[in-house]
């Protein structure tokens, strides 16, 4: 793409440039691609920090053969979404938080980062230059893909000498096919997505390559995703592919907790501090798969999946059904609360979104 202004700033030319809504069956979003207009982009210079970054038209980008990221997995990505609010303003949530989290992964990965307001600075511009796209309310939402790779050239393995910051954004709706009604996962009891000490505690992209086989199999055979255990014991609970899990057992509700191997979610530590406002237990530990058979609801969290209900596990071929297929109160009252909450449609205690 071309560059369409130097010193990109929240400046309204964007905002009225793109006033308008796009064009689009806005009734019927899902979870997939859809080029928008612009790309945020910035790169790190020698010293390992970032300059100034621009809008670009959305379009391909330019990488050497030798870069990082396509020989050597050096690559993390977040996800954030933009919801409008009524009447018509635009709301981030947590953005500081993906900000927080990316740089962990980069210290992980030992790749250079943005500062916290390099990367809040380029998801606003972002943004605001694909207003456009940001669904109407109660439609979906924007979501947010910023994207950290290892852009400089390298042969033998070692760290790259640059990063790229990208931020590109897509319209959505529902991430399972399933809409808002409940999913069926599939406990995986052959492959592991994490080990300790590895990488499966951040969002590195190959965390996400590595889950497809088994995600591909379960698909095959009617299951919506898999749910993976931990690679020691074989029987504690750890995620699902792209999202964290949740079991409600009478007024408690369990979380696997954050030791390494899981993604540290943000939907999952916003859900855990709204669930507790509200008077649940909320329990973060080893969650064995005996306690997921027995639970009275279960639910998986994310950013892209919100919050969605599950209505049957199988394991080892047996299969157990929740809330009679239907959505659990719990699921249905932290799905509100939060949404809510996202969509500017209920006070914001937790001073969690922030308005453009
Ligand atoms: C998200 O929920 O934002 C993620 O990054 C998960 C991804 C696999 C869609």
């Known amino acids: ?28 979003l899902g979870f ?34 030798s870069a990082g990221v396509l020989n050597y997995g050096q690559g993390l990505f977040e996800g954030l979404k933009a919801y409008r609010k009524q009447d018509g303003s635009i709301l981030l949530f947590r953005p500081e938080e993906n900000a927080l989290r990316m740089q962990m992964g980069a210290e992980r990965m030992c790749m250079h980062a943005p500062t916290v307001e390099q990367f809040v600075e380029g998801v606003k ?13 109660g439609k979906g ?11 400089g050239a390298v042969l033998g393995l070692a760290p790259a000498p640059e990063y790229t910051f990208l931020v590109y ?8 096919k399933e809409g808002l009604a409940p999913i069926n996962l599939v406990v995986e009891t052959e492959v592991h997505r994490a080990t300790p000490g590895g990488t499966g505690g951040v969002k590195t992209i190959g965390n996400y390559a590595s889950v497809l086989k ?18 020691i014991h074989k029987k504690y609970l750890e995620e699902v592919s792209s999202c964290n899990l949740f079991i409600v057992k ?13 993604l540290p979610g943000i939907t999952r530590k916003s859900i855990i501090d709204v669930a507790r406002s509200q008077g649940f237990k909320v329990e973060e530990r080893l969650v064995s798969v005996e306690e997921l058979l027995d639970a009275d609801e279960v639910f998986c969290t994310g950013t892209a999946v919100v919050v969605s209900p599950v209505g049957s596990i199988t394991y080892h071929g047996e299969r157990v059904t929740y809330g ?19 969509m500017g449609l209920t006070e914001d205690k937790m001073n969690w979104t922030m308005e453009l």
């Open 32 to 65: 997939g691609f859809q080029p928008t207009d612009y790309m945020y982009f910035m790169k790190s210079t020698k010293d390992g920090f970032f300059s100034k970054g621009e809008l670009q038209r959305f379009g391909n980008i330019e990488l050497n053969p």
């Open 169 to 176: 954004v897509c319209p959505v709706g529902n991430y399972f």
């Open 1 to 28: 793409g071309s560059p369409v202004k130097r010193d990109a700033t929240l400046s309204d030319t964007y905002v009225t440039e793109t006033s308008e809504l796009a064009d689009l069956d806005w009734d019927n």
């Open 324 to 342: 009679n297929n239907g959505v659990g109160i719990v699921s249905q009252q932290l799905y509100a609360s939060l949404t809510r909450l996202q």
């Open 214 to 231: 088994a995600q591909t199999a379960a698909k095959a055979k009617g299951y919506t995703d898999v749910l993976y255990l931990d690679s």
């Open 125 to 137: 511009i972002a943004v605001l230059a694909n207003k456009r796209w940001v669904p109407p309310m």
């Open 250 to 262: 009478d007024n408690t509700i369990l979380t696997p907790a954050v030791e390494g191997t899981i």
């Open 141 to 151: 939402s924007l979501y947010i893909r910023p994207l950290l790779m290892g852009s």
